[in-house]
Nanobody
């Protein structure tokens, strides 16, 4: 079983950067793929990025490709989302998830607000 806690959210102006962290507990974290999702008020949850267990395969939503980078450090039981060139439309609660066949484990989320 895995528990996830996000951190690093905050208020930034358009064009700025933030790095989100997803800290995991449990010895089996390195066995799972990790993904980031986001959800804004009035919108459905949106997939952002994912990374496989070894960190050598990544995939991004078109809306963030070229601006966001997902990474992980299994020795630290932590995954990251580096967000650059932020836009107001990136404003949302960002959640990390972990799983194998499905996203079984979820954090509580961290708020990212981008002002224009």
């Amino acid at each position: 079983q895995v528990q996830l806690v996000e951190s690093g959210g905050g208020l930034v102006q358009a064009g700025g950067s933030l790095r989100l962290s997803c800290a995991a507990s449990g010895r089996t974290f390195s066995s799972y793929a990790v993904a980031w999702f986001r959800q804004a008020p009035g919108k459905e949850r949106e997939f952002v990025a994912r990374i496989n267990w070894s960190g050598d395969s990544t995939y991004y939503a078109d809306s963030v490709k070229g601006r966001f980078t997902i990474s992980r450090d299994n020795a630290k039981n932590t995954a990251y989302l580096q967000m650059n060139s932020l836009k107001p439309e990136d404003t949302a609660v960002y959640l990390c998830a972990a799983g194998a066949a499905v996203w079984d484990y979820w954090g509580q989320g961290t708020q990212v607000t981008v002002s224009s």
